[in-house]
């Protein structure tokens, strides 16, 4: 069953740059396009030119969860948490 993943990112305004070169580079959504049960993936900035918002479609949970452990494992909570101004939320969704 197809699963909506919204994941919330408070950023510096720096940060957000960061992150939105980031995901356009080689290692970006391009790696997170290549995982299996990857369906989706849109990335948005508010209006503070802080918060991003990423919403994404997978196959599963589990499928999800995989990604973000290769993604942990790859180094990419080191990289993120200087960036942020605060603790980011993941939050799974089913469409009804």
């Known amino acids: 069953m197809t699963v909506h993943v919204v994941a919330e990112f ?3 305004e720096s940060g957000a ?5 980031w995901s ?3 290692v970006g959504f391009a ?3 290549q ?8 990335q948005f900035l508010a209006e503070d030119n802080k918060t991003i918002i990423l ?3 997978w196959d599963s949970k589990d499928d999800h969860q995989a990604y973000l452990k ?7 909570l080191e990289w993120l948490k200087p960036r942020l101004a605060g603790e980011f939320k993941v939050t799974y969704l089913t469409e009804v």
């Open 10 to 12: 408070p950023f510096t």
């Open 17 to 21: 740059k960061d992150m939105i070169e």
């Open 24 to 26: 356009v580079s080689d």
């Open 31 to 33: 790696v997170t396009r």
């Open 35 to 42: 995982h299996k049960g990857y369906q989706d993936i849109k």
């Open 55 to 57: 919403t994404q479609k």
């Open 70 to 76: 290769a993604r942990v494992d790859g180094g990419f």
